[in-house]
Each structure stands twice: as C-alpha cells, then as structure tokens.
C-alpha cells in the first residue's frame, strides 16, 4: 500500500484508534472491500472520500473523511464523515461543524432502491441486514415529510419511530410550521402506525391528541374519503361542503366524487374524471347538479344540471389527424345557483353565454386537401335559449396553379400565376331552442340542413413595374333543403290580414358569381433631419383602387325572390312585397340588386428613424413606430339610382412609450344629408331621420360623422423592464402546445381556482384599458365612456395585494371593485378577497394548507354575493 508524505488534516486521528494508519492521496480516494464476513457479502462494498482515507488494519475499520460515500449492492451513503466497520459490516455517517460559518454541514444522506433519500444528523447503518438507526432524520414521500426524533429500520418495509414530525412542510424539524407529533410508532409500506400523537403549530403543542391511529403513506396513487368543510348559508341554512370519495384507479385514470348537503333540503353533487393516456391524449369530464330550495319551504326546487368537458390530443400522437373537446353546457341557472362549485369566480358568475366545441380534422399530407368536422353548442343565459349545430363541416381545397409545373423552367407566365380555390360546407343547425324545449321531439323537426360551396379564381401581376394588378372570379352556391314561401291569411275579425311563412321541405340550390379587378401600388415618402437624435421620417401610403360587378338575382329569371300581394280584391287598396326564398334560411341566398362600383381605399403608416446613441457599440439606427396604420375606404355603385356612395370608413392603429400603450380607433361618416322628420305613431309625436341623395359639401359641410370608437391597453410589470426581450421569449414559448406534464396539471389547478394561485416572483404588474365609442343616429346620440385598471405588488416578498376597479364617465361611477391580499406562509396560505359594493359584493378569508393531500384542511371565513338579499 502506498503512503502519502502529507499526512490528513484531520486531528487525533491516531489517538482515537491507537494503531498505525495509512492516509491516500485525493487523486487515489476510491477502494473495493472484497473481503468476506462469516455469513458472507453478496456483494461488494465501495467508498470513496475526497480529503483522505485512513485504515486500522488491526480492527479492519476504515476512516473516510470529506465528501466521503459508501456503496453497497443497492444502497448508498454519503457524509462528510463515515466510519466504515467490515468486520461487523457497519457503516457509521455523521456530518461535521463548519469552522467557517459554524454550522453543521455534510450531513449523511442514505438512499436505498426506489426509496426517497433520507437525512439525518446522525445514522448507523448494516449494509447486510439493511438494518439502520437515525438520528434527526429527514425525508419525503408523495408530500408527506418526516423529520426529527429517532428512527429504527427493522427491515426493508417496516421502520420503528420515536418523537418524529409528521407534516406536509418541506423544512426539516425544528423549523416546520405545522405538524402532528408521533411519540411512538411504525412505519410500513403505506402507512404510519402510531401511539400518541398530537399537534403541533409553529412549535407550540395543542391539546389535542389521540391515543393512537394510522397515517397514510402512499407510494402510489390510492383513494380515499375527502373531508368537508363547515358553514352557513343565510338561505340555505348550514352546510357540509365538498366531502366525498377519490378513486385513485390507476396512474391513467381516476376519478374524484363531491357532495354539500344544507340543513334546509337543499344538495349539490358533482363527479370529475381526469384521463391520460401518456404521449396520445389526456382529459377532464365533469359532472355537476344541483337541487337548491330557496323562498318558501312549498315552493319548487331549481334543479340544475352542467356537464364540462376537456379534451386534448398530442399532435405527435396521429400525424395528420387531430381531435378536441370543450364542452360546458348545462342549465342557465347553474352557475348563478351553484356559485361554490366555481369558488364564487365572478367571471363565470357574470357570463352571458356557453360556448361548446368538438372537433376532428384531417390532412392528407402531400396534398392541398383538409377536412374539418365538429359539433358546436351555444347557449344564451340570459334568453335562456339554446343553438346546435349537429354536425357542421369543411372540405378545403388549398390555393393551387393549375396551369403551372412543377418541373418548370425558368420565370411563371402570366396564366401560370392563375390561382384556384375550393371550399365545402355543410351543417345541420336548429336556432334559438327555448331551454324548456332541449331534448324533445319537436326539436328534431326544427332543423335546418345544407351545403355551401365556393370556388374563387385569382389572378396577381406585376404591371409597369411599380402596380400591383389583381383580378378575381368568385363563384358560390347555396343548396338547401328548406325554403319558406310567404302569404297573407285571410277572414281575421279584426279585418287585417296577418302575414304567414310556410317552410317548404325539398331540394333547392342558389349560385352567384361576382368578379372583380383592382391596381394597387406604394408611395414613399422621407423628410429627413441633420444633427440631433432623429434622423428621418418616413411615410408609406398604399392606395388600392378596385372594380366590381354582379348582377341582380331579384329578377324574376333566377326565381329566387318572390312576391306577396295583400288585399288584391278591388277596390281595396293592396300592397306587394318582394321577398327571398331563402330568407331565415341556414346561408343566406343572393342578395338582389344589381352592383357595378368601384372601391377605394387608403392605407399609411409613418415611422421614424432615430440615431443610435453613443453608448450603442453596434451603432445601428433604431426605427420607431409612429403610426401603424391609417385607412380610408369607400364604395361606389354606378348603377344604383341614389346614394350611390358607401359610408367613408376610417380606422387606425398605433403603439407608444416603447409599445407599452396600443391605441386604437375607427369611425363612420356619412357623405349624405341627414334630415329628421315627424310622424304619428300610435297617437304619438315620434321623430324619424332620413338620408336625402344630396352631399353634406353641396351646403358647405363636411361629412357627418355618425360612429366612432377609441380603445387604449397599457400594461407594465417589473420583469418587462428589468428585461424585456426575455419577457418576449417567454410569451412566444409558453404555449399550451408546449406545456410539459407538470405545467398541463399547474394549469388545471389554475382554472379550478384561480384565486389560489398568486406569482410572487414578479413584484409589480399594472394593466389599463379605456374605451370610448359614439353612435348619432340622427336623431339621438349614444356615448359610453369607461376605464378599468387591474394589477398586483408585493408589499413584502411574502405580502401581496391585487386590485381591479374601474370608474364609468358617463355615469359618474366606480364600476365593479375587488380587492384580494394574499400572505405566504411557506406551507399555509391566507387569503383575503372582498368586493365592497354592487350586486356581487362579498368578502372572504381562507386560511389553508399547500399540501394538496390536505387541501380540506382550511379555515374559512366569507360572505358570499347571493345573501345580500
């Protein structure tokens, strides 16, 4: 054996033992003991140490000092100090005092098989038997945590405990918040059986203890009872709410049951299902109902049902083909009347609608052909009406040039840049169900049904180099299978006819053509600037002048537009009128009306180049938006015989302060005079406007403006200052396309309650939106005018406030207010969210455990929205 001339830095090492030692060099600090005991190794026994290793021969005890490891078969330990006995075949870890900073460092980690790392201040252990005693140990399994006290391993599924820590806080004892104290007990597989125990919070036992128990340990996915939470409802009386059952089936699926019953009658049940199949697809189905007895104890029950479905499929999964889901359909009363199963969210509390979706597409690779088919559901809340679309579909043919090669030489001729399109769709809706009426007979017969085809041709030239020359033809077709016809019924006691629409079933299709040419080009324009920062200005106007045509489909050829003549018996006065057969239909017919105009438009944007500063080693000039974009566009029919000029329609868009704050606006103005008349309606005065077919600069006026609208979005927060290009990146990248497993299950923690989830990493956020919009009918003038401002910050890196609110000019008030404090408490949350007046105004206080095995262990405090009445 080699000897080292520099001996260990470790002291009294020779007076512990008595004996000569050998000290090995760091480069040279790994051994194998192939030695044997009396029952025999089955294996071998390594270590290694990086400050030196020191042996007793005469006991064969080997001394390993710094960063030292020992391994054995399928178990490890590592130290900063381990004492390896061969002869009895015992391994003794402990850690050591920092002489820097005087804390107890290195301390001995044991791993074995699959089993989490332990950490203890202390261990021995028999890597024969795999027998260990550990001192202050540390470990973790599925968010429980065990730390402190002593700990005896029996044998490789059972360890015996004294005086340990059982809790869901991630700090090593003494610095767990919460936990409960087991004095006595056993540790199996999956459980912990206990004698005594009781509760501790941040270091003060409660008087609250049970003489023995058992706690669940699970390496697995295992069911089990949830626990309820208590209250009161000022209408429903007292409440147990969402107890219930997990089932924990198997890592793919399992399914989770909740129940709240009220002392006055009334329950709520909900059942929610997760799938996943890894790398093919996952979801989430949920079904939820509701019996709630308000008012008297004689008066009906409101029964609600909702059903909520998640599907999503890995594009890698079927290459070309892909399917989704998201349902959420249900009653419209479900959300206003079941306000706890969405944690009193006032967003779905004040939704309007319910859209749902589900979908399957397919692309045939290698050629210009996709499918699209999907059933669709929308529901009004508040007309509680209901619209199906069962299926609707798309054929899409995209662009192609039929006429060019693909083995071709050289530039595209002119007829080789010919560009054609196909598109098919199709649909079996029903409209505006009344709620009552879902899931009935007469349903059926209320179906529309029908097929919508379109084949554009285009045509794109370069012309005397600076023009841009374009053409089109446009053919659409309509067949459907319903078609109304109109007339006036007769023999009314009143003496007026009534107006009757007929559905006539049977086949019938409607085509159109419309065709078109137009000349665009650009105009630049510089005005450039010497000295200073700014360099130039540069401005880009893009006119576009165009020419349509078609024809008119009211002629009685076509047959698609009838007439309905009333009261024809001389000498009675009648009236006729000219109506579409397609009217009401699922697409609409052609529109009547001969159409031959042209379309002028004009587009600009400005935009400024500034110097690159001194400091700027790339000195490259930066280029600085000023306008991004500002159109006029107008219409003229030359064959209508009045008002043949459009509307004049203007919108823009910009972004300033370094894209922080988007601006946006459009308007309306009407070229035309605009007189008010009177009439008498129902013995009443009523004014009335009417558009004359003369301009408003025959009188020396300018076009009225009769809409106009204005909209600003600014957002900051620290991290887009501190770094913004990072901050892009991010956004790009943080698609649900990429998630990862963990962030695909943080996320739907999130939509399940998205108050429980605050981000103390970013200090600050700030985010405003103003809107303005104008309408003058010409008689009266409509205006709104509103601002909403939302945003966080941490008071403290613990501490954060979010607020919203918003303040209505018009009206002269504070729209709809919320304010929410949140305080991590590393393994505890408080929260804290009131809304201090209008209709949903409440309050509430949680206080709560992180741990997701004791998300029911919460105290709580609120007053919810539907009691202020």
Not at 516 to 534: D, H
Not at 738 to 747: C, E, F, H, R
Not at 777 to 783: A, D, R, V
Request: charged share 20%; with cysteine.
């Amino acid at each position: 054996m080699q000897r080292d001339s520099v001996p260990s830095k470790r002291k009294n090492g020779n007076k512990k033992t008595g004996v000569k030692t050998a000290f090995k060099t760091k480069q040279d600090t790994s051994k194998t003991d192939t030695s044997k005991s009396k029952g025999g190794l089955s294996s071998t026994v390594k270590y290694a140490a990086e400050d030196s290793i020191r042996m007793d021969q005469a006991n064969n005890i080997v001394y390993l000092y710094g960063r030292a490891r020992i391994t054995y078969a399928d178990a490890a330990i590592d130290a900063d100090f381990i004492r390896l006995d061969q002869k009895n075949h015992l391994a003794y870890a402990r850690g050591s005092i920092n002489p820097k900073t005087k804390r107890y460092a290195g301390k001995p980690i044991l791993k074995q098989k699959n089993e989490s790392p332990v950490t203890a201040d202390s261990l021995v252990f028999d890597y024969v038997t795999k027998k260990a005693k550990i001192y202050q140990a540390f470990s973790e399994q599925q968010g429980n945590y065990i730390s402190g006290g002593q700990a005896k391993k029996l044998n490789e599924d059972e360890i015996a405990y004294r005086n340990i820590l059982f809790s869901t806080c991630n700090l090593p004892y003494p610095d767990t918040h919460f936990g409960i104290i087991i004095t006595k007990g056993i540790a199996e597989k999956n459980q912990i059986i206990s004698g005594p125990a009781y509760l501790e919070i941040e270091g003060v036992p409660l008087p609250v203890a049970i003489p023995f128990g058992f706690f669940p340990k699970p390496d697995k996915r295992t069911s089990g009872i949830i626990l309820p939470s208590f209250g009161e409802d000022a209408q429903l009386g007292f409440n147990l709410r969402n107890f219930g059952y997990y089932l924990g089936i198997n890592d793919n699926l399992d399914i989770t049951n909740y129940g709240s019953i009220y002392s006055k009658g009334s329950f709520e049940l909900s059942t929610d299902a997760r799938y996943l199949s890894r790398y093919k697809y996952s979801g989430d189905l949920a079904l939820s109902f509701g019996y709630h007895k308000y008012g008297l104890e004689t008066d009906p029950a409101a029964k609600d049902f909702n059903i909520r479905w998640a599907h999503s499929q890995n594009p890698n999964a079927s290459p070309g083909s892909t399917f989704s889901a998201s349902v959420n359909a249900g009653t419209s009363t479900y959300y206003r009347n079941n306000a706890s199963n969405v944690n009193y969210n006032i967003a779905a509390l004040t939704q309007n609608n319910l859209r749902s979706s589900i979908a399957y597409s397919k692309t045939w690779l290698g050629t210009p052909f996709n499918f699209t088919m999907s059933a669709n559901h929308s529901q009004d809340l508040t007309q509680k009406t209901i619209n199906l679309d069962l299926p609707s579909f798309t054929f899409n043919m995209a662009s192609i040039n039929p006429f060019d090669s693909k083995n071709r030489v050289g530039d595209q001729k002119w007829y080789q840049r010919i560009n054609v399109q196909y598109t098919l769709t199709g649909d079996n809706r029903v409209s505006s169900i009344p709620e009552s009426q879902f899931l009935t007979k007469a349903v059926l017969k209320r179906f529309q049904n029908g097929f919508n085809q379109a084949i554009p041709v285009s045509l794109s030239l370069n012309v005397l180099k600076y023009f841009q020359f374009s053409s089109s033809f446009n053919y659409s077709e309509v067949d459907l299978f319903q078609t109304v016809r109109k007339r006036y019924a007769r023999g009314n006691t009143s003496g007026a006819d009534s107006l009757v629409t007929d559905t006539v079933p049977g086949f019938r299709r409607a085509g159109s053509y419309s065709v078109s040419t137009g000349l665009s080009t650009k105009v630049y324009g510089t005005l450039n600037f010497k000295g200073g920062r700014l360099k130039a200005i540069r401005h880009t106007m893009t006119p576009s002048l165009s020419f349509a045509y078609r024809p008119d489909y009211n002629s009685d050829s076509y047959g698609y537009y009838h007439n309905v003549v009333s009261n024809p018996a001389i000498p009675y006065p009648y009236a006729v009128t000219r109506y579409s057969i397609f009217d009401n239909g699922l697409y609409p017919g052609p529109s009547g009306g001969r159409s031959a105009g042209i379309t002028l438009s004009v587009d600009n944007t400005v935009e400024a180049k500034v110097r690159a500063k001194s400091t700027d080693t790339t000195n490259t000039d930066r280029k600085v938006p000023i306008l991004q974009g500002l159109s006029f566009s107008t219409f003229y029919n030359l064959l209508a015989d009045s008002l043949k000029l459009s509307p004049i329609n203007v919108s823009g868009r910009t972004a300033l302060f370094n894209q922080k704050l988007g601006v946006n606006f459009s308007g309306v103005f009407n070229p035309y005079t605009t007189i008010v008349r009177d009439s008498i309606r129902e013995g009443q005065l009523v004014k009335y406007a009417r558009t004359i077919n003369q301009y408003t600069l025959e009188n020396g006026k300018l076009p009225k403006l009769t809409s106009f609208s204005l909209s600003m979005d600014f957002s900051l927060n620290s991290n887009s200052i501190r770094n913004q290009n990072q901050q892009k990146n991010q956004n790009l990248n943080n698609t649900i396309n990429g998630m990862n497993p963990q962030q695909a299950n943080a996320l739907a923690l999130i939509n399940r309650d998205p108050n429980a989830f605050v981000d103390f990493n970013i200090p600050w956020n700030v985010s405003m939106n103003y809107n303005f919009s104008y309408f003058n009918s010409g008689i009266s003038t409509n205006i709104t005018n509103t601002m909403n401002v939302n945003g966080d910050f941490n008071v403290t890196p613990k501490w954060k406030l979010q607020y919203t609110s918003g303040y209505d000019f018009r009206l002269n008030k504070i729209t709809t207010t919320s304010l929410s404090i949140y305080r991590d408490l590393h393994c505890w949350d408080l929260a804290f969210q009131w809304i201090p007046f209008g209709y949903y105004k409440y309050y509430s206080v949680d206080l709560r455990v992180k741990a997701s095995i004791l998300q029911t262990l919460k105290l709580n405090k609120r007053k919810d929205y539907y009691n202020n009445y």
